[in-house]
């Protein structure tokens, strides 16, 4: 069954810092890769996708990930982070003719002002 | 609406209280999806519709959660005899394309407390 890691289950760190967050996923055949976030009281929202083709990927909010295929990772980074950024993220994966997409725990990322 | 709609928001029920949780999607998306979203893990899937057709069932947890989309709109996720074990967010989500097209909107979820 497929799974995802994420690294860090909780984050802290001050505006301006660089994040990144980790994830891997354990299928072997092509996926789809996704970063979702949750601000506090809100719902998850799409960061950014990757399907194909350039695999660094540049969200909204001057997010970006990379995929590295041969270590099955995709992991999300920001290089100045800002107090609105505090949420959770989610990794998810989603195999290419799939149904659903399977979720990481998530990392809780608290930005100190 | 401008987004997916979730009633009600939260729900506390009794142990083996039947529940009904409630979904509308944006209007026309053709595929809906039910996540299961447990204290500090990420959503677990539950099941998902391609307009009426309940096409993957497989993450229902037992034979006392059923869900249905009967005019390919609103959808409506049940619990029966419900337990603590059963405590969670349930999320809806949907999609103008099909599963393959991968682009989500998510409701805000209901929150099931059974005690």
């Known amino acids: 069954a497929q799974s995802v890691s994420q690294h860090n289950h909780h984050v802290i760190l001050s505006e301006a810092a660089s994040l990144e967050l980790g994830c891997n996923y354990s299928?072997?055949?092509?996926?789809?890769l996704f970063w979702y976030v949750q601000y506090p009281g809100q719902h998850l929202q799409l960061l950014l996708k990757y399907f194909s083709g350039d695999p660094l990927v540049k969200g909204i909010k001057g997010f970006e990930a990379e995929f590295i295929k041969s270590k099955f990772s995709f992991n999300l980074r920001k290089p100045s982070v800002q107090w609105s950024d505090t949420a959770e993220y989610f990794c998810a994966v989603k195999r290419e003719y799939g149904n659903k997409l399977v979720f990481g725990a998530g990392t809780i990322l608290r930005v100190k002002s | 609406g401008a987004g997916v709609s979730q009633s009600p928001r939260y729900k506390v029920a009794k142990r083996g209280q039947d529940v009904a949780l409630r979904c509308d999607p944006i209007?026309?998306?053709?595929?809906l999806f039910w996540y299961q979203q447990a204290l500090g893990q990420g959503p677990e899937f539950l099941t998902y519709f391609q307009n009426e057709a309940q096409l993957d069932k497989s993450g229902l947890p037992s034979d006392r959660f059923f869900a249905e989309r009967p005019e390919g709109s609103v959808s409506t996720l049940k619990i029966q005899r419900t337990q603590q074990e059963d405590s969670a967010v349930y999320l809806c989500a949907s999609s103008f394309g099909t599963s393959r097209v991968g682009r989500y909107t998510f409701g805000s979820g209901t929150r099931l407390t059974v005690v």
């Open positions: 209007s026309g998306h053709v595929s």
């Open positions: 299928y072997g055949g092509t996926v789809n």
